[in-house]
């Protein structure tokens, strides 16, 4: 049973950094993606980052430029560096992985930026 725990949200000033944490537990074998999505109170959820196996990177707009993606070595652990945090990048977020296939989901952390 693959599972999925975030970490490293919380709450900052705008124009602050944060960094999250995805990893992966319950199996060894590396995701072909992994991923980063959001969802603000009131709002559907919305994809923001992806890197996929051989380090191709992906961003929502609005985020390009201030988020980084990163994976480690062993393709099992994601990490988002938010910089520039604005108010409206406020969300929980959520990891996503797919492997052969399947995707996983987190439980989420929530990012709050005060303005």
């Known amino acids: 049973q693959v599972q999925l725990v975030e970490s490293g949200g919380g709450l900052v000033q705008a124009g602050g950094s944060l960094r999250l944490s995805c990893a992966a537990s319950?199996?060894?074998?590396?995701?072909?993606?992994m991923g980063w999505h959001r969802q603000a109170p009131g709002k559907q959820r919305e994809w923001v980052a992806t890197?996929?196996?051989?380090?191709?990177?992906n961003y929502v707009d609005s985020v390009k430029g201030r988020f980084t993606i990163s994976i480690d070595n062993a393709g099992i652990t994601t990490y988002l560096q938010m910089n520039s945090l604005k108010p409206e990048d406020t969300a929980v977020y959520y990891c996503?992985?797919?492997?052969?296939?399947?995707?996983?989901w987190g439980q989420g952390t929530q990012v709050t930026v005060s303005s």
């Open positions: 996503a992985a797919t492997r052969f296939g399947v995707d996983y």
């Open positions: 319950g199996s060894t074998y590396s995701f072909s993606a």
């Open positions: 890197i996929r196996r051989g380090g191709v990177r």
